[in-house]
């Protein structure tokens, strides 16, 4: 950070420093490198203790939809809070969580009508990963069926923390490897990238490769289609897997051989939803609807913590019976639909129906795809792409071409110099990438591209 922090952030950052366990961070390296202290945010941008600015180019981990601190997210906040700030969602109900059933429902797929409430996007993925197997073994029992008790999943996708959600994202890396041992059964499936996507494409070979795709997936369902009870994908990009763009029209198929062998398609938008890609599911654009959809992150604009699983009535009629008939489903949190959650929430939605959110993403898009084309000319750059308001690319050794080499910590470093230029950018490995807020005014994220530029010159020389 350019400039000094106050002096009473010495004692807070020594206190952080004593008590403070960080989330995916080698706590040792915050000896050298202190987390940095925000006190506020402002449309765009993130405001630190020393008085200097962030741009917020990752939206704080993809969850700020249209900026901090919007006064009519605030405004929907203070009002509910001191109305009614908490009940327990078992045996009772609220009308900020009716509201925000009746402004999602009709943005969903019509096939989408049952709610159920969590916190996070790990739970909203653990509950519809629970859902499905237990919607396959009471479905199993009236049918005679072999019991299906395995997962598929693609390879490279991330589906949150917590141990169910790990055993369905990618194992051979270097956040889940460690829990193998602890996971259910997944079989994964590999997609290729779609090279559409990208700012100069070499589309030579793809028809042909999208082909060889389309039978593997066809080749993969023949040979497990029986044993799952649902497979699970984030469509059309793998956030945290390096931002990997993938075809429409595997997405097609993925949902007709779920229909072909009885599988559950999840659909994890907890990053795609709610207009990142474009369009308000990322999932509209191959015109695919799941049997279950998990929603967060920008479900509450990035105010507060609150997810979604919604499910078919095919799906929840499997649960439907008397109390002794075991069949109830048996999840729960303690805040479930939090009342002030679900209150933002609406009022994020609100957004949506009386402002132009969607067209100022179809802008950003295009101010991107500027961006990244610039950038695409670095030699340190390699696949720079774009989908909706999401741009990335590859950060390579321009005398190699080839990754950095991990010890060398090339993003981090790359990372804390962008801090100092007032630009939050956190790659993942060697995937550099913006994800600004959708009402960012254009010429940020051209400055966020040459201040990537140059510091990616200077770190090369």
């Not at 400039?3 to 040792?28: E, G, I, N, Y």
């Not at 009716?98 to 019509?110: I, Q």
């Not at 649960?319 to 999840?331: M, Q």
Request: glycine share 10%; charged share 20%; aromatic share 6%.
């Amino acid at each position: 950070m350019t400039s000094p922090l106050p002096p009473d952030w010495t004692d807070r950052l020594a206190l952080d420093r004593a008590h403070v366990w960080h989330p995916f961070t080698q706590m040792k390296v915050h000896e050298a490198d202190p987390p940095v202290p925000v006190v506020g945010g402002e449309g765009c941008d993130l405001l630190l203790a020393n008085g200097e600015r962030l741009l917020d180019g990752i939206s704080s981990w993809w969850t700020c939809l249209h900026g901090h601190g919007h006064p009519r997210l605030v405004s929907a906040l203070e009002r509910q809070a001191a109305k009614l700030d908490h009940v327990m969602f078992a045996g009772f109900t609220h009308e900020p969580g009716l509201e925000l059933v009746m402004r999602l429902r009709p943005k969903l797929p019509p096939n989408l009508t049952r709610a159920f409430f969590s916190d996070d996007g790990s739970t909203a993925v653990e509950v519809a990963l629970k859902m499905a197997f237990q919607a396959q073994l009471q479905r199993g029992n009236q049918r005679g069926n072999s019991a299906r008790d395995r997962f598929g999943a693609l390879r490279g996708g991330y589906h949150g923390d917590t141990l169910g959600a790990v055993g369905v994202g990618e194992l051979e890396n270097f956040m889940t490897g460690l829990f193998s041992p602890l996971l259910l059964a997944c079989e994964r499936l590999e997609v290729p990238e779609d090279p559409r996507r990208e700012i100069r494409p070499d589309l030579s070979e793809w028809p042909q490769r999208l082909e060889a795709a389309r039978r593997s997936m066809q080749a993969f369902f023949s040979s497990h289609g029986e044993r799952l009870a649902a497979f699970i994908a984030e469509p059309l990009i793998q956030c945290a897997g390096g931002m990997r763009m993938w075809p429409p029209e595997l997405l097609q198929e993925l949902r007709r051989q779920c229909d072909t062998h009885g599988v559950y398609l999840i659909l994890d938008e907890v990053a795609t939803g709610f207009g990142r890609t474009g369009s308000f599911l990322a999932s509209e654009q191959a015109g695919v609807a799941p049997d279950l959809l998990c929603l967060s992150k920008g479900l509450t604009g990035g105010t507060l913590p609150l997810s979604l699983t919604w499910a078919t009535e095919e799906l929840y009629g499997h649960f439907w019976g008397e109390p002794a008939s075991g069949r109830a489903f048996l999840h729960g949190h303690s805040y479930t639909a939090n009342p002030a959650a679900c209150a933002v929430a609406c009022a994020s939605l609100a957004l949506f129906d009386e402002e132009p959110v969607l067209a100022q993403a179809a802008r950003l898009n295009q101010t991107m795809t500027e961006a990244m084309t610039a950038l695409a000319d670095h030699p340190g750059i390699r696949q720079a792409r774009v989908l909706g308001t999401i741009g990335a690319c590859r950060l390579v050794d321009p005398s190699t071409g080839q990754a950095h080499a991990p010890e060398s910590r090339f993003g981090w470093r790359l990372h804390r110099r962008a801090l100092d230029q007032g630009l939050l950018a956190r790659p993942i490995g060697d995937c550099l990438y913006l994800m600004p807020p959708l009402s960012t005014p254009p010429a940020r994220i051209l400055e966020a591209a040459d201040t990537l530029g140059r510091l990616l010159s200077e770190q090369h020389t």
